[in-house]
């Protein structure tokens, strides 16, 4: 079983900080990527964070720049989202996926993860609020 799990969602003030986790297991070959959604109340599923396992590129969507950094653990098969300046607009649940085919993160991110994005974890819930 190929699966992905996300952890480290919660509740925090404006302002804050969370660091999300995503675990992958099951694997019998390397993934190219990972990558992180997030899907707000009302709104469409939207890039926030790609890694590129090749080089160890990153990409940002547009609200993530400067206040999030992807980056991978010690352990190969776990990927962080350090996301730092909180506000109201990052509620979201967020949810990380892995492309097993090479497919960059600007296709990915491009495509809100419409577009060849393999696996998926359920998602964890961030909330910010006063």
């Known amino acids: 079983q190929v699966q992905l799990v996300e952890s480290g969602g919660g509740s925090v003030q404006p302002g804050g900080s969370l660091r999300l986790s995503c675990v992958a297991s099951g694997f019998t070959s390397g993934y190219t990527g990972l990558a992180w959604f997030r899907r707000a109340p009302g709104k469409e599923r939207e890039g926030v964070s790609c890694l590129e396992f090749t080089d160890d590129s990153t990409y940002y969507g547009d609200s993530a720049k400067g206040r999030f950094t992807i980056s991978k653990g010690a352990d190969k098969n776990v990927v962080y989202l350090q996301m730092n300046d909180l506000n109201i607009e990052d509620t979201a649940v967020y949810y990380c996926?892995?492309?097993?085919?090479?497919?960059?993160?600007?296709?990915?991110?491009?495509?809100?993860?419409?577009?060849?994005?393999?696996?998926w974890g359920k998602g964890t819930q961030v909330t910010v609020s006063s």
């Open positions: 996926a892995s492309n097993l085919s090479p497919l960059p993160c600007q296709v990915v991110m491009g495509t809100g993860g419409h577009l060849g994005m393999d696996i």
